[in-house]
């Protein structure tokens, strides 16, 4: 196939690869070449080497490619188009407002939320909603039910239930329009509300949300993917109200009705049957700890939903809804195996070159966090300082959102001191000079100091969420927890300027919440927090703690005679 010429060729080979689906080795072949082609046509975009059309009345018709793009399975050359549409778009904004329609920004918030991008989704969304408000289109409710979906999948469960609530408030004299978006907000009302607990809530909702799928299946049928992903919903929140053989039986007539109408590998049965499989572990009382043959048939063909969302173009890997099919199948798992019979799983090492891949994967697990973030680290100085542009933006984001913040780091005036680097021609670190040393070190000056000043800071504003704790022992390594994953990055070296501030020089791994390596680091977490220190009670102890460090440093004088230290042989600490 040649070179795709403009947007408009790219779009109609596209439509005719999404349409016909060809399994002959010819047909194969000719599928491979189309997808080539239509990534190709991307690259050259960004690179320039392709006209961008820049026509306002152009821009839904670069929307519709990316929707093609994903529906393909091609998730990166989508990325890649709605990246450059929306820079495009910012720079075409420079001295006036030229896309005043907020659908073409909904639509891609929409788009942006579909790739998992959810923190520039609800950006491009609160644009739609100030366009919405200033040219007063019809708009509005979507874009509402929109800010609630990626509110409750940022975990801003309020944020979320305020939305949903506007959007239906804009539609209460309007009970048959906009069907599509009554069903987008009672859902999400339908989620908060089984999250909640609140049983009285649960039946509103319910209720609610059951009038919203009749009115939709009425209007659209009942084998719409739209339509089976909501009676999906409903049915298990039906049985979650009352777990009757009957409403389980209802939810697997629809997984079945999901696989004839919708195929196997469609977005919409896999969850279907992830549903399903999570409803029998909860009846067979899997969440009460019950290992038995249903909980663990449950989890299999969990895993099965799971493993095909991973597979699936409509999902993949690295989709949300992915990750919380795996998220919930850990828990599952940790929910029937004792600490002892987890296996020792990783599910991920990065190494050094994967430095990018790494830090993305850590903003990924702390903007999905709801509960609480656990921290071991050196110093900290990445989740603390706002100039190491890594993790303090998701940090203060969660704090915001209720998520509690707990972190452990090493104490200054520690052995490590010992390996403290000075001036080739200065008097190397004793019992004497040891504090002065620690004290005008960049260590202690550009990263401690400052990090205590940030963690002041942020206990002002949110002082029953975050709280500090200094341990006089050495830290092994940086250990990030949440409540689903875990990442472990181990220390080569005992020079404190080398554990901070830079990439990762050895290598991390990530563990989900059903491997053994997370139950020994949450375990080894609680230890070194009750072992160590306070802000508030380490600097009551300062003294005491530099005196300990001089002793240690005194009982070091013997070692620091040797004449392979004093010749060079090894590094002088």
């Known amino acids: 196939m040649n070179d795709i010429s403009d947007l408009d060729a790219a779009i109609a080979v596209a439509e005719e690869k999404a349409e016909h689906d060809d399994d002959s080795a010819e047909g194969q072949a000719i599928a491979r070449e189309s997808e080539a082609a239509l990534i190709g046509y991307v690259d050259r975009l960004r690179s320039g080497q392709a006209l961008w059309e820049d026509e306002p009345e152009r821009i839904p018709r670069y929307a519709r490619l990316v929707e ?18 929306l820079r495009a778009m910012r720079l075409s904004e420079i001295d006036q407002v030229v896309y005043r329609e907020p659908e073409l920004w909904n639509r891609l918030g929409s788009l942006l939320a579909e790739q998992g991008d959810l923190v520039r989704a609800m950006a491009v969304l609160d644009c739609a909603l100030t366009r919405a408000h200033e040219y007063e289109t019809y708009e509005v409710p979507a874009i509402l039910a929109n800010l609630s979906v990626v509110s409750l999948q940022l975990g801003d469960p309020d944020a979320a239930g305020i939305w949903a609530d ?33 049983e009285q809530d649960l039946r509103s909702a319910l209720e609610s949300f059951d009038q919203s799928v009749a009115r939709y299946v009425e209007s659209e049928g009942g084998d719409h993917a739209r339509a089976i992903g909501a009676r999906v919903a409903l049915a298990a ?32 049965t896999i969850i279907a049957q992830a549903t399903l499989a999570a409803t029998e572990f909860a009846a067979a009382g899997g969440w009460d700890g019950q290992a038995n043959e249903r909980t663990e048939a449950a989890v299999q063909a969990f895993l099965t939903a799971a493993t095909r969302a991973v597979a699936s173009p409509h999902l993949g890997q690295e989709h949300p809804q992915t ?46 966090e709801t509960g609480i973030i656990r921290l071991i680290a050196h110093a900290g100085a990445s989740y603390f300082l706002k100039e190491t542009r890594l993790f303090y933006g998701r940090v203060k984001d969660a704090l915001e959102r209720g998520v509690r913040f707990h972190v452990v780091i090493s104490s200054p005036w520690n052995s490590l001191a010992a390996f403290m680097p000075h001036d080739a021609g200065a008097e190397p670190g004793n019992y004497q000079n040891i504090v002065e040393l620690v004290e005008s070190s960049p260590s202690y000056n550009n990263t401690f100091l400052p990090v205590i000043e940030s963690y002041k800071l942020l206990k002002s504003i949110y002082p029953d969420l975050i709280e500090l704790r200094i341990t006089s022992m050495d830290v092994s390594g940086s250990t990030l927890l949440t409540s689903n994953v875990g ?43 009750e072992l160590s220190s306070t802000w508030a009670e380490f ?35």
């Open 539 to 573: 600097e009551n102890s300062q003294e005491q703690h530099k005196a300990a460090l001089r002793s240690e440093m005194g009982a070091l004088a013997s070692v620091r005679m040797r004449a392979s230290v004093r010749r060079g042989e090894v590094p002088r600490p």
């Open 487 to 529: 990442f472990f990055e181990p220390y080569i070296t005992s020079n404190p300027q080398r554990r901070t501030r830079r990439g990762m020089s050895v290598f991390e791994v990530a563990f989900r919440k059903d491997s053994r390596y997370y139950a020994d680091s949450l375990e080894e977490f609680r230890a070194q927090w």
């Open 323 to 368: 990750h919380i099919l795996q998220d919930e199948l850990a828990d599952m798992r940790a929910a029937i195996t004792p600490d002892d019979k987890l296996p020792y799983h990783i599910q991920k090492v990065y190494k050094p070159h994967q430095n990018t891949e790494r830090n993305d994967a850590k903003r990924r697990a702390l903007e999905e």
């Open 166 to 198: 506007k959007a239906l408030d804009s539609l209460k004299y309007e009970q048959d329009k906009d069907l599509e978006t009554r069903l987008t907000a009672d859902r999400v009302r339908l989620d908060l509300a089984r999250a909640s607990g609140d």
């Open 68 to 85: 093609l793009l994903l529906a393909l399975g091609l998730d990166k050359a989508a990325a890649d188009l709605t990246d450059t549409t």
């Open 237 to 268: 929140a039906r049985h979650e109200a009352d777990p009757s053989l009957e409403n389980l039986a209802r939810l697997e007539l629809l997984y079945v009705t999901a696989q004839v109408t919708l195929g196997l590998e469609h977005r919409e």
